[in-house]
């Protein structure tokens, strides 16, 4: 087996940490390249100086006397800025992991997939903003991109070898969220502990906030289009509040394959991390007697309007995703700090969207300049929205 080296890009969120757990269990099988965090200066240094990293990058400038001070005894370079974020992803690794959350992720994602790296993606947001964009350039270059995100992860499991062109439909699972069987009226009183309190997984508070609205199955379903090919009529969102089965694809003579497994993030990034070989995990064994039964409900569009936003995002295609997931982030960010409440950030971004008209972007410059034009806007709703 030879030696995979590996970058982490957000090496101190909740995937970046699972990877590095993962990677520290197997340290013959791994070389850590590259490590990156956007603040979170001694988490990074502790990881780069514990899994002897080359090079640590710290988003936030004003922090890097701090990393340098921290690495002074290592052979670690600490840097910051953004040619070194993506010297990180396109640099010497051959695996990279794409775990930083939200559109800020976009550039350095496509240093990697343009470098024709084997890249494991975790961060959707750019899939959502620029899919068909990264889609091309990996074809170009040569790039796998391996989906890191548990829903895409089952489905390419289930597509192994067979042709996509068999494939009827794929139906992505949703646990429904914290708030899954929660009222409108009860929602609007829902506070960001609340929504945070996700009753399967652990995870960053963005995408926890993103399950609470369902608008995290709203960009799946859009991530997954661009991942695989098919359009909205054959993606088909299936709530299944045990998360046993993350995801099912349907092909086209009735037989529908599904990936099981326990919610622990550490499954789908081990299959993206051996890729093409399996590696092992501590991650708990599926107790089938335990469990007893695994239930299904169809999703509610109307206590749930996300998921019908991010449908006609899809379906509306050139700016609408763009558009869509950077009034979400704003919003999520808004609600984190409360200052809107829960129920304003579906209201935001419908609102964001139905006033925007932009076309589909041919550059990552123009989904830049889309994404700041809409998160603009986005800010003065809310603000109209409070006063
Ligand atoms: P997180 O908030 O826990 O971690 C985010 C990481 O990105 C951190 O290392 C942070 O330092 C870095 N980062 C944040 N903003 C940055 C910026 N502006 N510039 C550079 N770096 C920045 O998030 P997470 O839960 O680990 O999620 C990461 C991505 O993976 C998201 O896109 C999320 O949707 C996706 N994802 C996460 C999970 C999960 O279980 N956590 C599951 C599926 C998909
Ligand atoms: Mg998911």
Redesign the pocket.
């Known amino acids: 087996m030879t030696t995979r080296r590996v970058s982490i890009?957000?090496?101190?969120?909740?995937?970046?940490?699972?990877t590095l757990d993962l990677i520290e269990r197997d340290p013959e099988r791994f070389e850590v390249v590259a490590l990156?965090?956007?603040?979170?200066v001694a988490?990074?240094a502790d990881a780069a100086l514990r899994t002897n990293a080359k090079l640590a990058v710290i988003?936030d400038p004003a922090l890097l006397p701090e990393l340098e001070r921290r690495l002074i005894k290592s052979s670690c370079r600490a840097a910051t800025g953004k040619e070194a974020?993506s010297e990180a992803a396109a640099g010497d690794a051959d695996w990279v992991m794409?775990?930083?959350?939200?559109c800020?992720?976009l550039e350095?994602v496509m240093a990697a997939i343009e470098a024709g790296r084997t890249v494991a993606l975790?961060?959707?947001?750019?899939l959502v903003t620029a899919g068909a964009l990264m889609t091309e350039a990996a074809s170009r270059s040569g790039a796998t991109i391996l989906p890191?995100?548990?829903e895409h992860n089952a489905i390419c499991q289930c597509l192994a070898d067979n042709s996509l062109g068999d494939v009827s439909r794929l139906v992505l699972t949703a646990s429904g969220g914290p708030f899954r069987t929660k009222s409108r009226d009860e929602m609007a009183a829902m506070t960001p502990e609340q929504a945070v309190a996700h009753p399967n997984?652990?995870?960053?508070?963005?995408?926890?906030v993103?399950s609470a609205t369902m608008m995290?199955k709203g960009?799946e379903l859009i991530e997954a289009h661009h991942l695989f090919g098919l359009p909205s009529d054959r993606i088909e969102i299936l709530v299944h509040p045990q998360s046993v089965i993350h995801s099912m694809v349907e092909y086209i003579d009735g037989s529908v394959l599904a990936q099981l497994g326990s919610p622990d993030?550490r499954i789908?990034i081990a299959h993206a991390l051996a890729w093409p070989e399996r590696m092992d995990t501590p991650a708990q064994r599926l107790d089938f007697a335990g469990i007893g039964s695994l239930t299904f409900e169809s999703p509610d569009y109307e206590r749930f309007p996300a998921l019908r936003s991010a449908r006609g995002a899809l379906e509306a295609g050139g700016a609408a995703p763009i558009i869509l997931n950077a009034a979400n982030e704003v919003a999520v960010a808004a609600f984190l700090a409360r200052k809107i409440g829960f129920l304003d950030i579906v209201r935001t971004v419908e609102d964001t969207v139905t006033r925007t008209n932009a076309v589909a972007p041919r550059s990552i410059a123009e989904v830049i300049d889309i994404d700041r034009e809409a998160r603009a806007l986005a800010n003065h709703l809310m603000r109209e929205m409070a006063a």
């Open positions: 890009l957000g090496a101190t969120g909740s995937v970046g940490k699972s990156t965090a956007a603040s979170n988490a990074l988003s974020l794409a775990a930083i959350v939200g800020a992720g350095p975790a961060n959707k947001e750019s890191v995100d548990s997984w652990t995870m960053g508070a963005k995408i926890s993103d995290n960009l993030m789908p």
